[in-house]
């Protein structure tokens, strides 16, 4: 069974400021899907920012960009230019890109606070 | 952008009475599930379902658990008998079924608690 862990519980950034959630994961298969999900106080889930395995290019959306790498087995989120709507729960997640596996397994969670 | 619905956004039940949550996911998408978060832990797949059955569940999804598509727009989760543990946020997802890294949509979610 694949395993997702985020080692952080908490951090803070400095408005405008970048700053770096880790995510490692644990697969015996080699394509897969990760994801970056974002969870504000309102508590809905939303896609920050996905991945393709079999993509050496590091995936970005606007102020969101990635470090993938595979032979690591980790994942990490930066965030550049923060901004105060930036402050969430954070949630790495994985999917196996095997048959009609469709499951996420999430991490447990990085509570992001973004200082004035 | 189009969401996902759920009702109620709260619901209190006593132990043991029956509860279905509701959902209304995005009406082209092909996918549903139901993941749940009991509080300070992590996001749990329950269910996802596709062409009118159940593709894939997890050990928590047990007899206790059941998913229907009544009329072709409500997804619900029903859990026939509730017990304390099953106190949690439950969230409904959906998505358009064209490639599995295809973007999930949840909705707001509904905090169960269980008296």
């Known amino acids: 069974a694949q395993t997702v862990t985020q080692s952080q519980p908490e951090m803070s950034v400095q408005e405008a400021e970048t700053v770096t959630l880790s995510c490692t994961y644990d697969t015996s298969e080699s394509d897969y899907y990760l994801f970056w999900y974002k969870q504000p106080p309102s508590r809905q889930m939303i896609l920050v920012i996905r991945?393709?395995?079999?993509?050496?290019q590091n995936a970005t959306e606007n102020r969101f960009s990635v470090n993938f790498q595979k032979a690591a087995k980790s994942f990490s989120l930066k965030i550049s230019d923060s901004q105060l709507g930036d402050a969430a729960m954070y949630f790495c997640a994985y999917r196996s890109a095997h048959g009609s596996a469709r499951q996420l397994t999430f991490g447990s969670g990085t509570q992001l606070t973004v200082l004035p | 952008e189009p969401e996902v619905t759920q009702t109620p956004s709260h619901q209190v039940t006593q132990m043991g009475q029956e509860v279905i949550l509701r959902c209304v996911p995005i009406s082209n998408h092909l996918y549903f599930y139901w993941y749940r978060q009991i509080l300070g832990q992590k996001v749990e797949f329950l269910v996802s379902?596709?062409?009118?059955?159940?593709?894939?569940k997890s050990e928590i999804f047990d007899d206790q658990f059941s998913v229907e598509r009544p009329d072709g727009s409500n997804f619900t989760l029903k859990i026939r008998s509730t017990k304390l543990e099953d106190s949690a946020m439950y969230f409904c997802?959906?998505?358009?079924?064209?490639?599995?890294?295809?973007?999930?949509?949840f909705g707001s979610g509904t905090q169960l608690s269980v008296l």
């Open positions: 991945q393709e395995a079999y993509k050496q």
């Open positions: 379902f596709y062409n009118n059955e159940i593709s894939e």
């Open positions: 997802a959906s998505s358009e079924g064209i490639a599995t890294n295809e973007k999930l949509f």
